[in-house]
């Protein structure tokens, strides 16, 4: 059997997606079978890359300093398959909503295990955190104010703003000092103190800077702001942390001649810091906690999509498909790149410009512009690579379109793990007025 394997992306060179005989294999498994088994658009997840992604970081982490914690960060991708793999690896999970916090504990997380860090968060949202018995991670001081109203947590953290930002797009960076995320330093001082004089005796400190980084060199700078407020805080006030968190964002390579982030080097230079600071500051041997989301999920990955139509005119040529921005939103919402190639038999020698258009009545549909694929006809089926994190948790019923399916594969197997809409989904929960009838 002649196996090509491509050698753009990393997946490619991971041997995890193939071409044997031109068409496109993910995970032994045939993409145009799924696709032909459980129609399009259908997201496509690899069990074994999502475990090989936690796995290197936790090593890379470990092997410096085992008191690491990954906190999965769950907003990637909350499929209940993804955070029970992770689970099973052992991970501690990062949530953001009520929502997160119900999907976790289904997912057989231990409370203990989350870490819930909410914005702009109402009562209601409140409640269910402390009723979840999580470690809450204030953002304001209103939040801290209506936490310690409301109960005396066994532990509390604040998210602190260093004054750092970083990220693949300015809707991802979130820790400059106008964000709307975290304490200054000032305010967090204040936000401990309180927590202390209500008789609070555990405490964990946190921050996140940003998403999409792939040159780790503010990491370093923000690190260093953080665990200065943290060294402050516990000199004036004598708390003590039982956990550093750091944030995540790693990035991962979107486009084929972008460079993956250096884990060695980044994670040795990380933890150094890290434990140089934590002892020159006298505060222990806190846990360092990370937050990776989109460095496990998204390049295990795929959305299968197919060709409605191919539309020719004197300026461009459009491969009209059935996912829109409905289905993926990044490149509409960031401007993102994402690799699209053909998962049948592939056509060499035939590469033209064309742009790659959804179904929505928008112009912004696009997934390409004036990208170079190979010869389109009706029919066939593309695979939109990197579409593991921010895929379906971003999807949407716009123009009542409803929402597609996800499939997990391992080792030539596959089992659905979100059933696809159907157009009854779409009037579900909806009353009519009673004057209207």
């Known amino acids: 059997m002649v196996i090509e394997y491509l050698s753009q992306p990393s997946l490619f060179r991971s041997g995890l997606l193939e071409r044997?005989?031109?068409?496109?294999?993910?995970?032994?498994?045939?993409?145009?079978?799924?696709?032909?088994?459980?129609?399009?658009?259908?997201?496509?997840?690899?069990?074994?890359?999502?475990?090989?992604?936690?796995?290197?970081?936790?090593?890379?982490?470990?092997?410096?300093?085992?008191?690491?914690?990954?906190?999965?960060?769950?907003?990637?991708?909350?499929?209940l398959s993804v955070l029970m793999i992770l689970r099973d690896e052992g991970s501690f999970l990062d949530v953001l909503s009520p929502g997160e916090i119900h999907l976790a504990l289904r997912s057989g997380v231990d409370p203990e295990r989350i870490l819930y860090t909410g914005t702009s968060v109402s009562e209601e949202e409140l409640d269910y955190a402390i009723k979840s018995h999580v470690t809450i991670n204030v953002d304001s001081l209103h939040q801290m104010e209506q936490?310690?109203?409301?109960?005396?947590?066994?532990?509390?953290?604040?998210?602190?703003?260093?004054?750092?930002?970083?990220?693949?797009?300015?809707?991802?960076?979130?820790?400059?000092?106008?964000?709307?995320?975290?304490?200054?330093?000032?305010?967090?001082?204040?936000?401990?103190?309180?927590?202390?004089?209500?008789?609070?005796?555990?405490?964990?400190?946190?921050?996140?800077?940003?998403?999409?980084?792939?040159?780790?060199?503010?990491?370093?700078?923000?690190?260093?702001?953080?665990?200065?407020?943290?060294?402050?805080?516990?000199?004036?006030?004598?708390?003590?942390?039982?956990?550093?968190?750091?944030?995540?964002?790693?990035?991962?390579?979107?486009?084929?001649?972008?460079?993956?982030?250096?884990?060695?080097?980044?994670?040795?230079?990380?933890?150094?810091?890290?434990?140089?600071?934590?002892?020159?500051?006298?505060?222990?041997?806190?846990?360092?906690?990370?937050?990776?989301?989109?460095?496990?999920?998204c390049d295990a990955g795929i959305l299968l999509t197919r060709v409605n139509s191919v539309k020719k005119t004197p300026f461009k040529e459009f491969v009209g498909v059935d996912a829109g921005f409905n289905t993926l939103i990044r490149p509409a919402m960031y401007g993102s790149y994402h690799e699209i190639i053909l998962a049948n038999a592939s056509r060499p020698g035939t590469e033209r410009a064309c742009d790659i258009v959804g179904p929505l009545c928008e112009s912004g549909d696009s997934f390409g512009r004036d990208r170079k694929l190979e010869e389109t006809r009706s029919g066939d089926i593309l695979a939109v690579l990197n579409a593991g994190a921010y895929g379906f948790v971003m999807s949407s019923q716009y123009n009542s379109r409803p929402r597609s399916a996800e499939v997990l594969v391992r080792d030539g197997r596959c089992a659905v793990i979100r059933e696809r809409e159907q157009l009854e989904t779409l009037t579900a929960g909806q009353k009519i007025a009673e004057w209207l009838k």
């Not at 809707?171 to 008789?199: E, I, N, P, W």
């Not at 060294?231 to 991962?252: A, C, M, Q, R, S």
């Not at 040795?268 to 890290?274: D, N, Q």
């Open 147 to 297: 936490l310690l109203g409301k109960t005396k947590p066994s532990i509390v953290s604040v998210r602190v703003n260093p004054e750092v930002g970083a990220g693949h797009h300015e809707h991802c960076v979130t820790g400059l000092r106008d964000s709307k995320f975290g304490l200054l330093k000032k305010d967090a001082h204040q936000a401990y103190k309180m927590a202390k004089d209500a008789g609070v005796e555990r405490f964990g400190i946190q921050m996140h800077i940003g998403s999409g980084i792939l040159d780790p060199a503010p990491y370093f700078e923000a690190i260093e702001n953080l665990l200065t407020i943290a060294k402050e805080v516990h000199d004036n006030l004598g708390v003590n942390f039982e956990f550093v968190d750091i944030g995540g964002g790693f990035g991962v390579p979107y486009k084929p001649e972008e460079q993956e982030i250096d884990l060695e080097n980044t994670s040795e230079h990380i933890v150094s810091l890290f434990k140089n600071h934590v002892s020159e500051y006298g505060l222990g041997e806190p846990a360092l906690g990370i937050e990776p989301g989109r460095y496990i999920v």
């Open 20 to 79: 044997k005989y031109g068409a496109l294999y993910f995970e032994k498994t045939a993409l145009v079978e799924l696709a032909s088994r459980f129609g399009t658009p259908l997201y496509v997840l690899s069990e074994g890359r999502i475990r090989d992604n936690y796995r290197r970081l936790n090593k890379a982490f470990h092997e410096r300093y085992d008191k690491t914690r990954i906190y999965y960060a769950a907003k990637a991708n909350t499929n």
